[in-house]
């Protein structure tokens, strides 16, 4: 979870601006994938290296290329060079434990955020980062891992010639990346939200210690989502907000929308954090509850048999000189003794609702 | 509880802007109520197509349009050409997990917000969604179930010729129906309110288990209400602030007045919150301090007669040689020990104030 | 405590602006004063109706009209009438449910705020609502109960001509009857306060189980308080910054000190909360140590005491064969080996500090 | 602690402006020292009339009036009419219960604020009020008592002709009027930080049921600190950012270090309140903790001794027909049975890490 | 913890402005370091005076000073007078409490912040004070201690006369240096990060009473750090929003990456905290389930055993009339009873779901 932490302080000591991968190293190759399209056109490249990608590019046109794994840090130097990307934005790139956000530079606006996958077997969901690169007339963007997460896009942009994919600009593709990732982050939230409602089901019904450790691991990944989710909400604003060079009216419209989707994960976020600290409460004041019952009962039992135990045992000395032992009906007054002694205590303790 | 998220959850790969309902499947046949009127006239039509109620419309009047269920997606398709509604408009009123926001286009305002029905018999409330469409001369409201909650403002547009609703524009038609919505808050918050206050004299005068998880259901329901209340304050707020383009002057004084109700109701929702929380408090302070009386019983129980027992099973004891057994008033000097043991202890428990 | 939720919630269905009174029926009779004064003259009228308190009137003063109770629908209708009030505002003084607001309208300020009254007896405070309707040349105030609570500044008017407050404007009066009811809300924090102090002594000399039911029902109080004066705020503070219409720079820099007042009355119940939060702490905590204590008696005795009984019935078991039992010092081995359990235990414990 | 409400609730039904004295009757009496200076003069006057020290003082240059007692009504009405003071100030210098805060009026600033006195002996700090005039050629400084916090200020005053103390203007006197008393503060803080490091080492050491008392009275003690010096935020900030009539840029640049001194002092409240809420919850673990160990003592030795002890009740019964009894080796079979009844429950316990 | 609070306690009468090093006597000698560097040239001079360094200095280019230690206030004095540095900030250099801070002044900007060290040995971090003078063409930084942490800059200042340190201005070598701080701040961040994943650890598989106060440390430490880099959002903020005076725009691309840096560490802060205080609840829940536990095992034992023994201890009695013990089957039949009474309970414990 500290991943962040970690890695950024393994970088103490090197000048701001260097190009290192700092995430774990993946075991499948980097793949490139170039798209270059117009209304009419549509081309489609998929590769190790520019080279494979650029040739029969569309020369007049949309770029929109999508890297998928960072560790190839040639390739993205090459990609830097041909667009014109600032080191810090490409430093940003290979820094996979960034926060989410946008900055605007010359030729282009920066945009990192976390994709997040929910991993129905293991229940809980993977997190990477997505950089994506919106200039006039391209966008770049950079996934962590290879997960096909903008295929249906690909798909779109390549069937759909009279749709609005086409049509638009760099911006509205741009929006359409982000969209995809914030449709993810619901299927996450549905997974949590169903792992929220099985332990509420148990809690109500039979709490058990283990519940405390899922409720802490549920509110650990509450905390990493809020994190990263929180953040978006500014982006997205800040691109909302920004001048009208790079973002069309057109887009404005969808980008509101998905505005207002973000505010809606944020909202469920919060609902759930506080669900599970309602349900820890719920949780704690059960446990309290039947440590309380726990305790009746002995008390119950002890105080009804302890007395007459001691009258059992007083009567089981071996003084030679006890008048009682010899009376004829002894046995049966003690007897009787033990059993309004026994009767009594029933009746206090149902006067106290305790039985 | 969760359905918003569920829905959203599946529409994950769909380009925005597709008109999918992801409401429940309800039995009704959805009702389309069109009612066209000016200060002199009015008419009204209830069918399931826009033909039926097109027919014998007034010309020049305001129009205003109810739909009561949203699975006839046709319908509203036909509806979203006739007033150049656009997609993304759509796709919001037939997705019912939104949070309630209100969004400026072309030609009109688009608002959406919740339902809360009071459903005395299950203790609890039901909750659909509205959206409102408001141009220059109609308003078209979308409800999510069939339930008749404008009946009244129907009614009062017929019958009286004389009154403000007839004369004033579509702002103020659109202001009564938030109005109306607004004032069922109120009967949902007395609902839940006398919940609390029965749950708070069950808790002080004789808590139970079951209390707590009353209490947990009960702040349930205020997250969802407040989670759909909060963001009205924005809604009214951005309507009241507004240009004068769409609400005169004179809907604006009664639209702050429902900001202040709106207002109120989120106020008695953190009240009932506050509330909630304290009474918890109550309750598990009320838990300690049984369990302490519990505890305090089986001590005073035990510490008596834990040594007196003792000192019987001595003598009880079957060595040969134990001269004290032989003594002649050994058993009366015994109890005698024993007596002053109970009293001492007695004596020790009152000054410690547990007896 | 709900009163207004409920009252509201029986509103459902009405029309904006209906004139209805939702408060308890009370069994006096409204009352109206109606006073006219200018630096040279002053008159006064009290009675039931419009016409009984018009006569005899000064032409051209201020006028400062004061309805005690609101059940008279019609005479604060002929009032409305008079004094062209937006029927809104009649709806809001009828409605004795409001927040605490301020309101502008063509021709005057609406006010509407709550008083309290510490009750000494009941050791708890009733609440009713203030408005004020602000003009330029009168102040019309409605009181729900008949308290006389303006007493004071009548008689002021009356006697003082040299005074300020015959001197100034509508505004100045105004001001004095706001600054009157914050004052009677430092009788209520005072009231509340010697509760608090109660409460904390008991709970340090000595904490009982009511003393949670204590601090509930002052926390209750303190929501309650909470809710109705931090508003104030804001309608003092928009006083303030209005333009300079209505309110004369004189009466600003009173303003301004009224306005330190509602901050302090503020704070204080923020730091009143505060402490009752942190005596319930200090209450748990105690219940807690006590049951502690409980724990380690029942422990220390029955830890000495059961090995040691055990011992005793293990010699006194009938069995035909146990050559301990015929042992001729067996009976002051086995004392002496109890009486070595007892004190390894007592240092046991000791070392624990236990005891 | 409550002073403020109660004194306040005292004033209620006296016009605004009375100028009445609502602090504790002091034994001492007022005294008033007159300082008039320039960067070649030096003049000082003390006694307890205006006319004792306007004599001889300097005709041109700087005043300094500092008063210590607020009982002699007269004496500062007489001062109001000499510098024009409004009525609403001088009742906040004799209402000493006023929230720090900073007012302009025509002809000079009003300042008031609170000053904090550490007492090493009674473990707690002294709080009196400090009102300040802030005039173009004059400052008037009104302290509640006669503790001498303002000897150094006069001595650099008298001797150091060459220090900016003399050159500067009247702003720069009241700037180092506050910075001594938010020195002061330090002091405060310094011990209550003491105080906390003490409770804390005992806490983790040896917690005690007095400690939660202690805690609470730290809070308490804070929660009266926080109240006072918050607002002095804002004082010293709208000095800053006030017109340039009276603080001139040389002042202001200490000024804004004062800022930043309130604010290190806001900051160490808080964490000291944190602190305290942290200590607070070590306490309460470190109780249940005791109680755990407390509980598994009892438990160990009882689950040990109970079956054992009814294993030799039951050989200890008297029927006639017991086989057992009989056997040669039955009370060493009966003593087997109890070792390894005693040593199973060692090991379960051993592997449940209770021993 | 509170040096600070103390420290500026022992200030208390001393007039602004007065230079007193406030730190702890350290046992080094105080060191400067000037380099004196031009794009093409690079000079630099070590010593304990300010003469050993200036000689040799390049003539135009930018100045950087590093002082490490700061008790030889003749040495800060000096250059106080060479480069007109404001009393205030030599006091504030001086005092080694001062909160992150920025300041403007006439020739220069004065930053204040903390550098943290982690000491992987003590578990814990060290702390120093860092101020830093920008002016056009110097830059001076004071260190509390003599850490070498800006050893690398220099390094780079010296060797790589192509890169981006040499060819910028000073606003670009005083980014570097609060870069390296901030960078400093993650392996702070790492080192508490992975206490906190070892505790989670044990606390999750073997809760120990410790395990509190390890928390309690943690919780102090960061409440340490949390106040010392909040306040660094606002000093880069504010460099950032600063005239274009002093920073350049190439500078500031790189500040707002310092600026996200900053953000970043602040989340980390407070998502450790949020992490901290829900792994207490886990603790707290833990402790309760234990005690839950140990109870049950004491209740269950106590209960099945006490009425058993009760029996035995009933036919111990030494009645001489006690007809059931003269009965064949007596033994047997009681036997039979005890066993139906400990069959019963752990029916009835098996049922409640306790074993």
Known sequence: MFREVRKRASKVG??????????????????????????????????????????????????????????????IQQLAALYKIHPLTIEDILNVQQRPKVEE??????????????????????????????????????????????????????????????????????????????????????????QIDKIEEKIISDPAPQNTRTIYRLKRQMLFLRKSIWPMREVISHLLQGEEKLISAFTRLYMRDLYDHVVQAIDTIETFRDMLSNLL?????????????????????????????????LYG??????????????????????????VGMLIYFWRKKWI
Chains 1, 2, 3, 4, 5 share one sequence.
């Open 105 to 194: 530079f010359e030729n282009y606006e920066f945009i990192t955020l976390k994709i997040f996958l929910w991993q129905p077997k293991k229940l809980r969901f993977a997190a990477e980062q997505l950089s994506i690169l919106l200039g006039k007339d391209f966008v770049i963007s950079f996934q962590e891992s290879d997960t096909p997460i903008f295929k249906n896009i690909n798909e779109r942009l390549c069937s759909e010639s009279t749709q609005r994919l086409r049509q638009q600009g760099s911006d509205y593709l741009a929006y359409r990346l982000i969209d995809t990732v914030v449709d993810y982050y619901f299927l996450v939230l549905e997974g949590l939200g169903n």
């Open 281 to 313: 409460d719920v949780y704690l004041s059960s446990l309290t509850n039947r440590m309380n019952e726990v305790m009746k009962t002995l008390t119950i039992i002890a105080t009804i048999f302890i007395p007459m135990t001691f009258l059992a045992s």
């Open 14 to 75: 090197q000048p701001p601006g260097t190009a290192t991968f700092t995430g774990l190293k993946k075991s499948f190759v980097p793949r490139m994938t170039m798209v270059t399209y117009s209304e009419q056109q549509y081309h489609v490249a998929t590769g190790t290296t520019l080279e494979e990608c650029t040739s029969g590019k569309i020369s007049n046109g949309l770029t929109w290329i999508n890297i998928q794994g960072l560790q190839n840090v040639g390739l």
């Open 317 to 342: 000395m071996n003084f030679k000189y006890m008048p009682e032992l010899s009376w004829h009906y002894g046995y049966y007054i003690v007897l009787g003794i033990m059993l309004a002694l026994a």
